[in-house]
């Protein structure tokens, strides 16, 4: 088993930024793939970003293009996403996920990601 506990999630003003961060431990090995989903009240969890084992390959939707960076730390066994130029539209729990298996492309369906972190609410005032 894997866990996964994010941290940094808070209130911000529109405009400002947030840094989350994931630590996974437990059965972790070399060659996996982490990443970042959200889901506001109401709507189906989505997918945000994710990078590759080496971070060479890093992916996001279009929503956060730009404006959001997914980074990781191996030796920490850590992802991070860095949130900048939030607005109230990005206001929503935020998921760390774990792929045991890096595969090519974002794997932006939650049934191709293997562990989930209990999330971390982030809120965008207006």
């Known amino acids: 088993q894997v866990q996964l506990v994010e941290s940094g999630g808070g209130l911000v003003q529109a405009g400002g930024s947030l840094r989350l961060s994931c630590a996974a431990s437990?059965?972790?090995?070399?060659?996996?793939?982490m990443g970042w989903f959200r889901q506001a009240p109401g709507t189906e969890r989505q997918f945000v970003a994710s990078?590759?084992?080496?971070?060479?390959?890093?992916y996001y939707a279009d929503s956060v293009k730009g404006r959001f960076t997914i980074s990781r730390d191996i030796t920490k066994n850590t992802v991070y996403l860095q949130m900048n130029s939030l607005s109230p539209e990005d206001t929503a729990t935020y998921y760390c996920?774990?792929?045991?298996?890096?595969?090519?492309?974002?794997?932006?369906?939650?049934?191709?990601?293997?562990?989930w972190g209990q999330g971390t609410q982030v809120t965008v005032s207006s």
């Open positions: 990078i590759s084992w080496s971070g060479g390959s890093r």
């Open positions: 996920t774990y792929g045991e298996i890096d595969r090519l492309g974002p794997a932006q369906n939650s049934y191709e990601w293997d562990y």
């Open positions: 437990g059965r972790t090995f070399s060659g996996n793939r």
